[in-house]
């Protein structure tokens, strides 16, 4: 969704997995996230945020002027994760990513009953908290236009 919303122009964008991790699967100080978070929206005019980190969204919430909820079901989301390309600026190689798909796959399944800052009920609270203009898309085909 962010590349087609960017489309052709030249906007920022910042996937929060960026700023949230450091090395390996170590997570990085909340405070230290918050202040590359603060950098990157302070020299950008333009920008398009993504991630699930609910803590480094409602950072960035005072600065939104639109918030979008990709919420299309655990299954989806499963189904997505077995499709993903390797991504190797998280992983050194495609048998490393691979190595992790089982662990991930059962964190996207905990997804509605976690309260952590990555589960459901800390997304919808962000959401349906947020004042501005915002978009809950619950199927693919709603999000893959939008």
């Known amino acids: 969704m962010a590349r087609h919303l960017m489309g052709?122009?030249?906007?920022?964008?910042?996937?929060?997995?960026e700023i949230a991790w450091s090395e390996g699967t170590?997570?990085?100080?909340?405070?230290?996230?918050?202040?590359?978070?603060?950098?990157?929206?302070?020299?950008?005019?333009q920008w398009i945020i993504e991630g699930c980190y609910s803590d480094l969204v409602e950072a960035a919430l005072p600065h939104c002027n639109e918030l979008r909820f990709l919420n299309p079901g655990v299954e989806v989301?499963?189904?997505?994760?077995r499709r993903r390309p390797w991504e190797p600026e998280k992983f050194?190689?495609?048998?490393?990513?691979a190595e992790m798909?089982?662990?991930?796959v059962e964190w996207v399944r905990e997804y509605e009953l976690?309260?952590?800052?990555?589960?459901?009920r800390r997304h919808r609270k962000l959401f349906d908290s947020f004042r501005g203009r915002k978009r809950e898309?619950?199927?693919?085909?709603?999000?893959?236009?939008?």
């Open 8 to 17: 052709e122009k030249r906007i920022a964008r910042l996937s929060l997995d």
């Open 26 to 45: 170590k997570r990085r100080p909340l405070d230290q996230s918050v202040a590359l978070l603060d950098a990157f929206l302070t020299n950008n005019d």
């Open 77 to 81: 989301c499963v189904a997505n994760c």
């Open 92 to 97: 050194s190689t495609p048998e490393a990513q």
């Open 101 to 104: 798909l089982d662990r991930l």
């Open 114 to 120: 976690r309260d952590d800052e990555y589960g459901l």
């Open 137 to 146: 898309y619950n199927t693919v085909e709603a999000y893959a236009d939008a």
